[in-house]
């Protein structure tokens, strides 16, 4: 089992920064890829960025260049640097765990981002 905290969700103007934190605990390996998802109003939940073994990183087009995920492995936690934010960045944004070589996934309660124009 992994549980999964996010923190760092808060309202900001266009243009502004915003630094997500998400602390993983229960059985972890840094073998195992963790992520950040965001979920709009009436939108489906789409992926942000994820981090793999030996740091590998992949992101969305709409965020290359903007956000940066990062990964402390002997403190179990996943960060997210978002710049330039747009207000399109709005949503609520979602940890994920998701074990190597299997199918589980484990998700944090998520952290609303909002981004004013």
């Known amino acids: 089992q992994v549980q999964l905290v996010e923190s760092g969700g808060d309202l900001v103007q266009a243009g502004g920064s915003l630094r997500l934190s998400c602390v993983a605990s229960?059985?972890?390996?840094?073998?195992?890829?963790m992520g950040w998802y965001r979920q709009a109003p009436g939108k489906q939940r789409e992926l942000v960025a994820a981090i793999r073994s030996g740091n590998s990183t992949n992101y969305a087009d709409s965020v290359k260049g903007r956000f940066t995920i990062s990964r402390d492995n002997a403190k179990n936690t996943v960060y997210l640097q978002m710049n330039s934010l747009k207000p399109e960045d709005t949503a609520v944004y979602y940890c994920n765990y998701h074990r190597a070589f299997s199918t589980f996934d484990y998700w944090g309660q998520g952290t609303q981002v909002t981004v004013s124009s």
């Open positions: 229960g059985t972890i390996r840094s073998i195992d890829t």
